[in-house]
Every structure is written in C-alpha cells, then in structure tokens.
Nanobody, 113 residues
Framework: VQLQASGGGLVQAGGSLRLSCTAS????????LAWYRQAPGKDREFIAS???????NYADSVKGRFTISRDNAKNTLYLQMNSLAPEDTAVYYC????????WGQGTLVTVSS
C-alpha cells in the first residue's frame, strides 16, 4: 500500500492550503484516516483524524481552522488548512489504518510571516 501526499508549499500567514493524500488501496474500509505534522526540531504531532464510523477529532491548535475530509471514489484524504500561521510550518504526513498503519511520505508546508 502506498500513500502519496501532496499540496504543500509556501504560503503567507493568513492564507490557505489543501493537502491531499491518495492511497493505492480503497479507503472506504479504512479504520482511521489521520494527519500529523512534524515541525523542525520537534516530535511528530497529531493534527486530525476521521474514523470509519464518522468520528472526527482535531488537535486544539488547529480546531476551527483545519478540516479533514475524504473522497472514497478517489481514494483520497484531504486536509483543508485556513488561517495559516508561521507556527503551522511543518512537514505534514497522512496516516491510514486498515489492519496496520501506513504513512505517506510527507509534504512540506511553510508559512511566512
């Protein structure tokens, strides 16, 4: 199984980006779909998740600004990021769990002040 993350880039503070994570496997039956990020010099941290039964959770740091969603027909997980701030600068990773966890390669988001 491969996950291809894309959509990162350089954006000014206050701007928006949408990240995508396309899987080589049908995501309809995935148990959990999630986004994480890792800022320079910091540990990887949880951002958002969506379970098979529709439960959605966000880290407090992104609640109200980021939205996780999915398109089963495209086998793609999304993360819409609005009101970006410099502290959102990080490599963003997608993770999808079927029986085990699979990680995307990461996509870099840089927010300039």
């Amino acid at each position: 199984v491969q996950l291809q993350a894309s959509g990162g880039g350089l954006v000014q503070a206050g701007g928006s980006l949408r990240l995508s994570c396309t899987a080589s496997k049908n995501i309809f039956g995935a148990i959990v779909l999630a986004w994480y990020r890792q800022a320079p010099g910091k540990d990887r941290e949880f951002i958002a998740s969506m379970t098979r039964d529709g439960n959605i959770n966000y880290a407090d740091s992104v609640k109200g600004r980021f939205t996780i969603s999915r398109d089963n027909a495209k086998n793609t997980l999304y993360l819409q990021m609005n009101s970006l701030a410099p502290e959102d600068t990080a490599v963003y990773y997608c993770k999808i769990r079927w029986g085990m966890d699979y990680w995307g390669q990461g996509t870099l988001v840089t927010v300039s002040s």
